[in-house]
């Protein structure tokens, strides 16, 4: 057999595979979590495209399903998909198949997109070069103040453009860290997959907010304006 032919069988041979994404399998350690995670996410994509998702978004999946493609007892899968569901990658219920006659409990996936979705986002976000704040001390004191509440509350802090005016506001609003945090904790309800930049957290303390914002923008603009003139 020619050395061509043998590249064909070997291809051919992968064309049964299971997609993993590498900064997951970093994150876990662990190619057979990523493997997992793969194949519960390729298996959902199939069964949405036959409309066989329930009405919940899970699909059912046996073990020995598992164990026959990736040869795993039933005992690794457990650890396995434990892993996933504390990343909140998926969630994995026990119940009877949707729309069935049959009694039997089979165990279900749901696959969370978002959270994959932000995961991946985020260590994108951190392989980006790091842009130097050059904000005043005070400002950016009261910055990384608002950083450290909301990823203390397991959400996400965006720097935007608008961050110096905002934090002036803040500032000029009196910000405290004793006083404005538990403020700001008391009217938000969720954190959960959430992201929140300085101009939503700080609205949320200055009832007047847009009325200063819009007054320190048109201040800015007839500055700009004067110089120009001038």
Known sequence: MEITSYITDVEKSFSNFTMVNNSIVKHFGDFNAAGILGYIISEAKHMRSLSKLDSQGYFWCKADKL???FGLSRKVQDKLIKRLKEANFIEAQTKKVEGSTNDAKIRHFKVNYTAIYNF????????????????????????NTLKAFVISKGARF???KEDEAILKIARMS??????SIPAIAERIKKYTNASFTCKYLIKTLVSNFDDIYNNLNQQTTTNHINLIIN
């Open 158 to 160: 965006n720097t935007t």
């Open 67 to 69: 164990e026959d493609k």
């Open 120 to 143: 991946v986002k985020d260590i994108k976000e951190a392989a980006k070069p790091v842009e130097v704040e050059t904000l005043p001390e005070d400002l950016a004191e009261i910055k």
């Open 174 to 179: 009196g910000f405290t860290e004793q006083i």
